[in-house]
Each structure stands twice: as C-alpha cells, then as structure tokens.
C-alpha cells in the first residue's frame, strides 16, 4: 500500500459543476496537508495548505482535512475550462524533510 | 519577481554521458530542493539544500547523483554515466527560512525533461 493514494483519473466535468478530489494516506503523524496544480509541461503550483484538521477557503477551492479518516478532499465550486490540470496531494510531518505526493489527478473542465 | 528558473528545460544524454541541471531559486529564498517525477507517478523527493550545505539527501540513488547549491550561483543536480531509467522532468523547488523541516510552502520551477537515448 502506497503511503498516498489519489485517484489518477482522469476526470472530466462541464464547466460550472463543482468538482471534488481526494486522497487518503496511511501516516496519522502526517500534520501539514497540500494541494498543488500542474499544467500540462509546467512546474507544480501550491494552490493551499493546512495545518492538521479542518476546512480551509479561499475563493473557489476549498480544502477539508479529516484526520481520524485519513482523508483530504479539494473542492473546486464553479469550475472553469482553466481549472483542466493535475492536481497533486501532499503531505508532511512537523520538524521533519520527508515530504510524500499523490500520483495526481487529472481533470478536465469542459465549456 | 523571477520565479524558480531551471535550465535547460529539455536535455537529451546518451548513455554513460553525464546531465547537468541548473535551479536557480527565488529572490530572497535559501532552501533548494529537487525531485523527479515519472509519467504517471507523483514526485519523488530526492534532496535539500542550502547555500553550501546539503541538508538531506535521503531520496537521492547512491551512486552517480550528485547535487550542489554554491554559495554563488545556481544549484545544480549532477547525475553521471546516464541510464535510460534516469529518463524524468527533474523539477526543482525553493522556500524561504523554514524552521520545521522541509518547508510546505514550495515554489517550483518550470523542470528539465531529461530524455536518455
């Protein structure tokens, strides 16, 4: 068992829906939790981060993090055409250089 | 403000050639790290470093890669007498002073594709 999973997809959706991505981990002592965006042929890009659990916002995204689950989700409400990347997870512990990705989901946003 | 600025961005090595990759981090940060990432696989953390001095390097192979980050000039990621298996976008990323470790807040570059023919 990969210590992160994330679902690699690929998934496709009209624009305006609302999207959801998730990845679970199997380190409870994981404490800080990101997501980033990839383009196609580009670097990743950190889009949030949160430290242990609960909801962070911030315009469109909104990331949840339930640690007695073991589960992180990205909600994208109102999708746009220019939300289509790979959105990767990430994970880390305090104090500590080990920083652990999901494999990336890939999404599509149709107009 | 430049962001994480890598060179070349493609780079093609024969076998047994040696690849050199160039990072230059953000204005005002002092942490560098890299990672590869192969297709369909997330990224794989390899080293940290600062200004003259590698702080981890647990995710680096043990032979014939080599990373760097001098006191002038860019970081640089070594790998020596390529194999095809090293064929990956090698991305590297930058952060302010951290104290917790590997920093959360990572600014990443464009990557190099390194392609071993």
């Known amino acids: 068992q990969k210590e992160v999973e994330q679902d690699p997809g690929p998934l496709s959706v009209p624009e305006g829906a609302i999207v959801s991505l998730n990845c679970t981990y199997s380190n409870s002592a994981f404490q800080y939790f990101m997501w980033y965006r990839q383009y196609s042929r580009k670097g990743p890009e950190l889009l949030m981060y949160?430290?242990?659990?609960g909801n962070k916002e911030d315009g469109r995204f909104t990331a949840q993090v339930d640690k007695s689950s073991k589960y992180i989700s990205l909600f994208i409400r109102d999708s746009q055409p220019s939300d289509s990347a790979t959105y990767l997870c990430?994970?880390?512990?305090?104090?500590?250089?080990?920083?652990?990705f999901g494999a990336g989901t890939r999404l599509t946003v149709k107009p | 403000n430049a962001g994480v600025m890598q060179n070349p961005r493609h780079l093609v090595r024969r076998r047994g050639q040696e690849a050199r990759l160039r990072c230059s981090p953000m204005?005002?940060?002092?942490?560098v790290y890299w990672y590869r990432q192969l297709p369909e696989e997330g990224l794989k953390f390899m080293v940290y470093?600062?200004?003259?001095?590698?702080?981890?390097e647990s995710g680096m192979p043990k032979e014939r890669f080599s990373a760097e980050f001098p006191k002038e000039g860019p970081s640089i990621l070594r790998i020596q007498q390529v194999v095809r298996g090293d064929s990956a976008a090698y991305f590297c990323?930058?952060?302010?002073?951290?104290?917790?470790?590997?920093?959360?807040?990572?600014?990443f570059g464009p990557g190099t594709r390194l392609t071993v023919t």
């Open positions: 204005k005002g940060h002092s942490h």
């Open positions: 990430a994970m880390k512990l305090y104090n500590n250089n080990d920083m652990r």
């Open positions: 990323a930058s952060s302010p002073q951290y104290s917790g470790g590997i920093s959360y807040e990572q600014y």
């Open positions: 949160t430290y242990s659990s």
């Open positions: 470093l600062q200004k003259e001095n590698i702080i981890d």
